[in-house]
């Protein structure tokens, strides 16, 4: 049967099971929450780190391109450069003939003194 003395023991248990729970529930909640908060920080690090790298990879493959691109047209632009310079050395070349050939005409038309 029960007593007031037993009745009192095991309220006294329970008072003291609460109190300990308590106690816990109050170190262990602000460890679990601050683990959890470790982890999402850990995991958006780590999304930001492989954007990033993913960015980097993005931009050095446009450089490449542009690089690529910038030699392409220089290449051209030599290429058109050198044309021109020999169409220039042919047409001096052309004058030149054409200049002596006039020169030689216009002397020869002239009355010699």
Do not use: C
Not at 12 to 25: C, E, K, M, R
Not at 26 to 35: D, H, L, R, Y
Not at 48 to 64: A, P, T, V
């Amino acid at each position: 049967m029960l007593t007031s003395e037993t009745l009192n023991y095991i309220l006294g248990i329970i008072a003291l099971a609460s109190v300990v729970f308590t106690i816990w529930n109050s170190v262990k909640k602000p460890q679990t929450e601050t683990e959890e908060k470790a982890a999402l920080l850990s995991q958006q690090v780590t999304l930001e780190r492989e954007g990033n790298n993913q960015k980097f990879q993005d931009l050095g493959i446009r450089l490449d391109k542009a690089f690529e691109l910038a030699q392409n047209h220089t290449h051209s632009v030599s290429v058109q450069v050198e044309g021109l310079a020999a169409l220039v050395n042919n047409m001096n070349i052309s004058m030149s003939k054409d200049i002596t050939r006039l020169s030689t005409i216009i002397q020869e038309r002239l009355p010699k003194k």
